[in-house]
Structure formats: C-alpha cells, structure tokens
C-alpha cells in the first residue's frame, strides 16, 4: 500500500519570498514520487520526479524536491516565488513494482501575495 | 505527439441521464487512469486500464460507474442515472508500459449534473 500526506492544505508566500510544500509518502516498496501543479481550471502539469536517482531533483520553473528516505519526505521548494506560481500542487507516489497506481496528496493551494 | 485527449471538456447532464467520457491516451500508451476531483479536493483515483483489461477499479463506485479502454479507439468512463454528487472534474492520464515514468494528464472533463 502507498499513500501521500499533504502537511500544508494552504500557504501563502509575499512574492519574491521562498515557497516551501510539505509532503511525506508512505510505501511498501521503493516509490517513485513526483509533483504536479494545477493552474485554475487546467489540467495538471508534472513539475519534476524522482525515481531513485539523485536525491535532490529539479524541475521546471526553479522548482527542486528533495527525497529523504530517512525522514520519508519529498518537499518541494522555491527560492523565490512569482505570481504566477500561484496555483494547487500536488505530491504522489508510485510504487510501480507494485502497482501503477498513482496516489495523490490531498493538495496544497498556494497563493503569492504581490 | 498530441498530448491525452479528453472530451468533451464540459458536460451538462440532467438527473437520471447518462454521461460519456471520453480519453485518448498519447500515442504509445498503453495505460489510462482515470481520476475524479470533486470541489476543493484532491484528485481521487477510480480506475486504472490497460488495453481490453481492467486492471484495478477499487476507485470506482460500485454502481453506475464502468470503464473500458478498448483494443481500438478511446478509454470511455460511463456514468449512468447520473446524480448531483457526480458533477466533478474527470481526469484522465496515460502512460507507457516502463518503469518509473511518470503520467500524463488531460484537460479533464467537468460535469455538471443539473
């Protein structure tokens, strides 16, 4: 079994500032992990993954996760945010030696405040 | 290479009636996952296929609700006698047969059941 916690339902962040959502993952076997973003009345957009190469990842639009087994996180970071990153992330994992289910955190909404 | 197609976008259906939902996955996918997301929550999973196979539908009501993802043509979600609590958001994704890779996301289809 997999599931994803989402510790952070809603952050705000001054623009400029930087932007950090929260997500521990739990699974039987090794995950994959990934985030998506989903702009208002959009589909959703892969940010970055991992799948159990470099610890730290980067993604699109100066977004990085890093993956800490130990402490069974993937927080996503930014070092400064821009409006338009205002938006509903979403961590998920997969554990495909499992099954090829994606489990999706319940979302964080972020708005950037000018 | 388009990216997964869903249709129509938006659907109005009244009390009772049927609602067809329509994805095509990206060309050399052989997996579909189908997703609800109802008003300020995450995106919950119903249904993952495979060509002329399901695969795992723990997701799914257990009533009203099939999925198919036939050997030709698009996986069709069907929603029959719809009723108020339907109207959401239905994502659609699609993926290859490889591991580690991640999913791709539709547009979606949102319904309204009036």
């Known amino acids: 079994a997999q599931s994803v916690t989402q510790l952070d339902s809603h952050v705000s962040v001054s623009e400029g500032t930087p932007v950090l959502l929260r997500c521990n993952y739990s699974?039987?076997?090794?995950?994959?992990l990934f985030w998506y973003v989903q702009h208002p009345n959009k589909g959703l957009q892969l940010l970055l993954k991992?799948?159990?190469?470099?610890?730290l990842v980067k993604g699109i639009n100066g977004f990085e996760a890093e993956f800490k087994k130990s402490e069974t996180s993937f927080h996503l970071t930014k070092p400064s945010a821009h409006m338009s990153d205002a938006a509903e992330y979403f961590c998920?994992?997969?554990?495909?030696?499992?099954?090829?289910?994606?489990?999706f955190g319940a979302g964080t909404t972020v708005t950037v405040r000018a | 290479n388009a990216g997964v197609m869903q249709n129509p976008r938006h659907l109005v259906r009244r009390r009772g009636q049927e609602a067809r939902l329509r994805c095509s996955p990206m060309?050399?996918?052989?997996?579909v996952y189908w997703y609800r997301q109802l008003p300020e929550e995450g995106l919950k999973f119903m249904v993952y296929?495979?060509?002329?196979?399901?695969?795992?539908e723990s997701g799914m009501p257990k009533e009203r609700f099939s999925a198919e993802f036939p050997k030709e043509g698009p996986s069709i979600l069907r929603i029959q006698q719809v009723v108020r609590g339907d109207s959401a958001a239905y994502f659609c994704?699609?993926?290859?047969?490889?591991?580690?890779?991640?999913?791709?996301f539709g547009q979606g289809t949102r319904l309204t059941v009036v």
């Open positions: 998920v994992v997969s554990a495909r030696v499992q099954d090829y289910k994606l489990s």
């Open positions: 994704a699609s993926s290859p047969p490889n591991e580690n890779t991640e999913a791709f």
């Open positions: 060309k050399g996918h052989s997996h």
């Open positions: 991992y799948t159990s190469a470099a610890t």
């Open positions: 699974s039987s076997y090794s995950p994959s």
């Open positions: 296929l495979q060509k002329e196979n399901i695969i795992d």
